[in-house]
């Protein structure tokens, strides 16, 4: 998973409404109507927040017409050899940088 | 130099995470309860940065970290509490999303000296595997995941 594909996974987590759709959505499809029934939101406010989780693969539309059920998408969430790869490469990042700030106090303690 | 990490799954409730680092422990734990120094270096994908990062290092002291996607504007953050804390040697604390209560996962660092260096072994403890997983997919700590359940939780009720 890429660094835009990660950025896109945090950006549609990062939102207690669209965390409350994949909640929802874990136990089991539904349209954009039951979805969008606990919120005092409007049909098109929830259809933006399910964009922005399509956008990050999170969830899936089916292709029947008449009501197009909103899934949990198997991909970012589901395949073990790619999750232990996100997260490790998030860490990585945030270690990398661990490692320059350690490097910054050693030379502050040899002064 | 870099040192691998280790990322291991021990069993159904647990995230290890394990790196070395060229610093003596003193120097680790340092760097992991300042928050000057916290907020240079935990911070996810790139493009994020983190506006608030409050520490109070002590037993029942809490901490506060935000982040912020500087282009979007997203904002998204993380609370605890401090339940054990061994100078230089380990760190236990709750974590939770900051727009809920209660809902916590564990998290624990331990701080070890190896040879002239140290070794970090980071561990997250969650209630279900369901969330463990969901955590590992989406690289986030735990509070997010856990924050799912409780959500759910609110719309069976409200169902």
């Known amino acids: ?111 | 130099m870099a040192h691998d990490l280790d990322v291991e799954t021990p069993n159904d409730l647990e995230i290890h995470l394990i790196r070395r680092f060229d610093a003596l422990p003193r120097l680790v734990f340092e760097a992991l309860t300042r928050p000057d120094l916290v907020r240079r270096w935990l911070l996810g994908p790139d493009g994020w940065s983190m506006p608030v990062c409050e520490i109070d290092l002590r037993v029942g002291g809490a901490y506060h970290y935000r982040w912020r996607n500087d282009e979007s504007g997203q904002e998204f953050g993380f609370v605890g509490e401090f339940k054990e804390i061994e100078p230089f040697g380990r760190i236990v604390n709750s974590e939770r999303p900051d727009d809920q209560d209660g809902g916590d996962s564990l998290v624990i660092n331990l701080i070890e000296a190896e040879g002239s260096g140290t070794k970090l072994t980071l561990i997250q403890q969650f209630e279900t595997k369901a969330l463990r997983d969901m955590v590992l997919a989406t690289g986030m700590a735990g509070g997010v995941a856990r924050s799912y359940e409780r959500l759910d939780e609110v719309l069976v009720e409200t169902a």
Do not use: C
């Open chain 1, 1 to 111: 998973m890429d660094n835009a594909q990660l950025d896109a996974t945090f950006t549609a987590l990062a939102d207690p409404t669209r965390r409350a759709i994949l909640a929802r959505l874990a136990r089991g499809q539904a349209s954009v109507t039951e979805l969008a029934a606990p919120f005092d939101m409007s049909q098109p406010a929830i259809s933006k927040h399910l964009k922005v989780l399509e956008r990050a693969g999170l969830v899936s539309r089916g292709r029947d017409a008449q009501r197009r059920p909103v899934r949990l998408e198997a991909g970012p969430m589901g395949e073990a050899a790619g999750w232990l790869e996100t997260y490790r490469r998030l860490w990585e990042g945030n270690f990398a940088r661990l490692d320059d700030v350690l490097a910054e106090l050693k030379a502050q303690d040899n002064n």
